[in-house]
């Protein structure tokens, strides 16, 4: 890779043994894939926060990193809401452990924002280089936005957020951001909810891949294309799609689709994911709530009493600005949890059954949390948390 002066200093140690070490991690990567050139990012998002899933070993790593970030940078949700997580029922020593995975990451400049919709905080433009890790808010800047971020893993997404670079491989570069596969959606007026659309990406996700798909026949706002793309990036492992006449690049590129695989998706395929079981639990929020789907669960809520537990998450500056609409949902007995969500919170493992409207929660619950799920519309989801044998579905 060719490497600028200030790159040369950094590497040979000038700025400190971290930073060198950093930058190795970036050169590395650059080197398997192909890359040429470091290009400067805007922002970067760092997973692996929560100490469910870094452990002690990751927060050893953590500890010992003795440098600042050089862009704006926000984490992953971690394991708990951190005002509230008595409420939660996390334990006192995992409260523990988890502050000091998020001290760690303090003493590194990173804003304490944990979550998983980086793009409600930062100006996050069309055509912006990023460094993000969280498959779903990958999925969101590369498609919704048009930024350019490829699906970065903690350490190197730390790596890029400390020396501010990024290695100029994969979905930085126009040329690798084509359909790979056309994906028609028969009756797709039908799909109103995150539900839906998250059922859609489950089904999708499992068929394409790491394939970019042009998906035809729908039509989603952004918070359904945010379901959309969260799923197709948990059930298969997609960083990038386009929706024909409404993303970004669909609009201002045109992509030719000849010779390229068509999958057809049906409504009947996608309701039938819908299955309905008992549960003991609802959560909402995944990806963390928008402002407009906050207010959309309060209008839902409003004069209403939930029977069972209710979560909804959201990023906390999203949560700060909307007080009234947190206020709506919590007069329900619901909660509103910040910095975390139902899949990385241990807070979700004690219940059997747990309820949905998102198809990334779906995917991921049985394994992650121990429960079993069952996806419905965000409607259906209030309609079973406030009735009057509330879990008896
Ligand atoms: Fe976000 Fe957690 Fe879902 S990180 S996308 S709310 S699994």
Not at 78 to 96: C, H, K, L, Q
Not at 321 to 350: L, N
Request: glycine residues 10%.
């Amino acid at each position: 890779m060719i490497l600028s002066a200030e790159e040369e200093a950094i590497l040979a140690g000038e700025e400190g043994e971290t930073r060198a070490r950093m930058l190795e991690i970036l050169l590395a990567l650059g080197k398997v894939y192909g890359a040429e050139r470091l290009i400067p990012i805007r922002s970067a998002q760092v997973s692996g926060a929560s100490y469910k899933t870094i452990g002690r070993f990751g927060l050893d790593w953590l500890q010992q990193l003795d440098t600042k970030v050089s862009v704006p940078t926000v984490l992953n949700p971690v394991g708990m809401d951190r005002s509230r997580w008595r409420e939660m029922g996390i334990t006192p020593e995992f409260a523990r452990v988890q502050e000091q995975v998020l001290d760690a990451y303090r003493r590194l400049g990173v804003t304490m924002e944990c979550t998983c919709t980086p793009y409600y905080l930062y100006m996050t433009r069309f055509g912006d280089h990023l460094a993000w890790s969280e498959s779903s808010a990958v999925a969101y800047a590369n498609s919704v936005i048009g930024a350019r971020t490829n699906r970065e893993g903690g350490p190197s997404a730390l790596a890029a957020a400390i020396i501010g670079k990024t290695p100029e491989y994969g979905l930085h570069l126009v040329g690798a951001r084509k359909p790979q596969v056309v994906i028609c959606v028969e009756e797709g007026d039908r799909l109103v909810d995150a539900a839906h659309f998250g059922a859609l990406g489950y089904l999708a996700g499992r068929l394409v891949g790491s394939r970019i798909p042009l998906l035809e026949g729908i039509r989603p706002k952004k918070d359904l294309l945010k379901a959309l793309g969260a799923a197709m990036a948990a059930s298969g492992a997609v960083a990038l799609f386009h929706v024909k006449g409404i993303t970004p690049e669909a609009r201002v590129f045109s992509y030719p689709t000849e010779g390229l695989e068509v999958i057809e998706i049906g409504y009947g395929e996608i309701s039938a994911l819908m299955k309905e079981i008992p549960v003991d639990a609802v959560a909402l929020g995944c990806p963390h709530c928008s402002p407009e789907e906050l207010s959309r669960i309060a209008g839902l809520l409003a004069g209403k009493k939930v029977g069972i537990p209710v979560f909804v998450f959201a990023a906390r500056d999203v949560a700060v600005h909307h007080p009234a609409e947190v206020a709506a949902i919590e007069e329900s007995g619901a909660h509103v949890f910040a910095d975390t969500c139902m899949v990385v919170s241990p807070a979700m493992e004690r219940f059997g059954a747990i309820m949905v409207n998102s198809g990334k929660a779906f995917a991921y619950i049985p394994n992650m949390c121990g429960a079993a799920v069952r996806l419905g519309s965000t409607e259906e989801c209030i309609e079973v948390a406030t009735r009057p044998a509330a879990g008896a579905s």
